[in-house]
């Protein structure tokens, strides 16, 4: 079946640094790769996607490829605020069709910037 | 426009008891899903509605969970009898379209069965 897997936190960053959170997945065929934030007291908000291998996706400064050679969607942000702590989950879905809201989720890596 | 709505936010219950979760979904969202985290691990699918049928429950657990979606408006999740292994947050999604939709969230409830 389909798997995520995350690198394990806690992450803790000073403001400024450069964040990399890593997440491989297994699956049949071609996927579509999400990540999605959690910040405090607040509900999953989709951060990022790609649904086809070399995408990027994109958003508020954070980056993630979809390697397929290597399975990977590792998340990138190349200077972090106090503003970004957060959970942070690694997803997939089933290729396009009814299935597509059925994500397998990582573990999650709980960030935390420091001033 | 309101989002995903959840409550309770928290509950707490002594196992053998009967917890009843409810989702709001964002108006005109067809597909409803319920997710689960247990213990910090990571989040799984429940199921999955359109409108008010059962598009796919194949992650519910076991025969003491039973959702309903009413009139394919809000959905219920009960649990009953509750088990200390069922807690957890309980995390409701809502999207337009189940193909390329987006899934929108809630807050999550959270279940503690003591």
Known sequence: GN???????????????????????????????FWYVQYPGEGLQLLLKATKADDKGSNKGFEATYRKETTSFHLEKGSVQVSDSAVYFCALSPPWGTSYGKLTFGQGTILTVHP | ?????????????????????????????????????????????????????????????????????????????KVQPAELEDSGVYFCASSQDSITGELFFGEGSRL???
């Not at chain 1, 897997?5 to 065929?29: D, H, K, R």
């Not at chain 2, 509950?11 to 409810?22: A, D, H």
């Not at chain 2, 409108?51 to 959905?75: C, H, I, V, W």
Request: with cysteine.
């Open chain 2, 112 to 114: 503690t069965v003591l």
């Open chain 1, 3 to 33: 798997s995520v897997t995350q690198m394990e936190g806690p992450v803790t960053l000073s403001e400024e640094a450069f964040l990399t959170i890593n997440c491989t997945y297994t699956a049949t065929g071609y996927p579509s790769l």
């Open chain 2, 1 to 77: 426009e309101a989002g995903v709505t959840q409550f309770p936010s928290h509950s707490v219950i002594e196992k053998g008891q009967t917890v009843t979760l409810r989702c709001d979904p964002i108006s005109g969202h067809d597909n409803l899903y319920w997710y689960r985290r247990v213990m910090g691990k990571e989040i799984k699918f429940l199921l999955h509605f359109v409108k008010e049928s059962k598009q796919d429950e194949s992650g519910m657990p076991n025969n003491r969970f039973l959702a309903e979606r009413t009139g394919g408006t809000y959905s219920t999740l």
